[in-house]
């Protein structure tokens, strides 16, 4: 079916703005299923396709500017236009392919999860690259405040890197029938509204999600990620709210079990005072924070 999709796609307008190089690529690229697509890979399809290699580049720019494919960024494409027909191009596809290797993470990942009802304003991944976005090459662009980003048919796209020891507990998931893509599994999104509280809505969402969705999370794995990020500060603020939310000691004793050289603030935005839990070595100060 979807073949035909795309022989119906390369009607008589489809002949006039690209030409019979232009048809045979687009029949190439579904061939493969390919819907976002590299300068490389135009090119050996277009080798393949009986298309000079000289001529891809500029058959290229002919194809984006008739509207038959969109450029992403510089090297990166993706088929548009009445060539996809119904299929869509998933904001998440287009993510994970504007910086590689990336993970959909933070608030969309949280969003596909089901943690939380807030709908993201923006497509969030993490990466262990360093991403530079074009409007960091402008000195007028980011200077409202927001995170410089790739906006791509109007969609911001952020990214946060990370160093590769944290780069984990990231699956594969479909989003559409041809895109397949990694996101962080429901307990490294977790773990992750512990690690980025700031960005991700403080210390209250975190708990606020531990206890809503602690009988959709397997404990173990998120325990286990908890021991593996490392950080003593948030596997102890991480174990208080489990335990907080009724989860066994057995179950919390990896955590429990970590030394701690003194106490951490349970909340790290909040102030450095409030009850010592000895336990967990926390200054609880999420009361305070609220000003009870």
């Known amino acids: 079916m979807f073949y035909n999709t795309m022989a119906s796609a ?28 590299t300068t490389s890979d135009a090119r050996r399809l277009a080798r393949r396709a009986g298309i000079p290699e000289s001529y891809t580049t500029n058959l290229l720019m002919l194809m984006v500017r008739n509207g038959w494919i969109s450029r992403l960024r510089r090297g990166l494409y993706s088929r548009s236009g009445p060539v996809l027909s119904d299929v869509t191009v998933h904001p998440f596809a287009i993510a994970t392919r504007l910086v590689t ?31 530079v976005t074009p409007g960091m090459r402008s000195p007028r662009i980011g200077r409202n405040g927001q995170k410089h980003a790739w906006i791509v048919d109007g969609v911001r796209y952020e990214f946060v890197t990370v160093r590769k020891e944290f780069y984990f507990g990231i699956e594969q998931i479909w989003v559409t029938e041809f895109s397949r893509v990694p996101i962080t599994d429901r307990e490294r999104t ?31 794995k998120l325990v286990d990620y908890a021991r593996r990020y490392g950080k003593i500060s948030i596997a102890k603020r991480l174990g208080w ?20 050289a003194g106490y951490h603030l349970l909340d790290p935005s909040g102030p450095r005072r409030g009850n010592c839990d000895k336990r967990w070595k926390l200054h609880n100060n999420l009361l305070t924070t609220k000003g009870i």
């Not at 512990?194 to 969705?213: D, N």
């Not at 709210?241 to 990896?254: I, T």
């Not at 955590?255 to 701690?260: D, K, N, V, W």
Request: net charge negative.
């Open 10 to 37: 390369n009607n008589t307008k489809a002949s006039a703005g690209n030409g019979p190089h232009g048809n045979r690529l687009l029949m190439a690229l579904a061939e493969e299923g390919r819907i976002i697509f």
């Open 101 to 131: 290797p990336s993970a959909v993470s933070h608030w969309s990942a949280l969003h596909h999860h089901g943690l939380t009802e807030q709908i993201p304003r923006v497509v969030t991944a993490f990466t262990t690259r360093q991403v």
């Open 190 to 220: 977790v773990l992750e509204a512990f690690i980025s509280t700031r960005m991700l809505g403080g210390m209250g969402e975190a708990l606020a999600i531990v206890h809503r969705h602690l009988d959709s999370l397997q404990l173990d």
């Open 241 to 260: 709210a489990l335990e907080q939310a009724g989860v066994e000691e057995s179950v919390l004793y990896p955590l429990l079990s970590m030394r701690a």
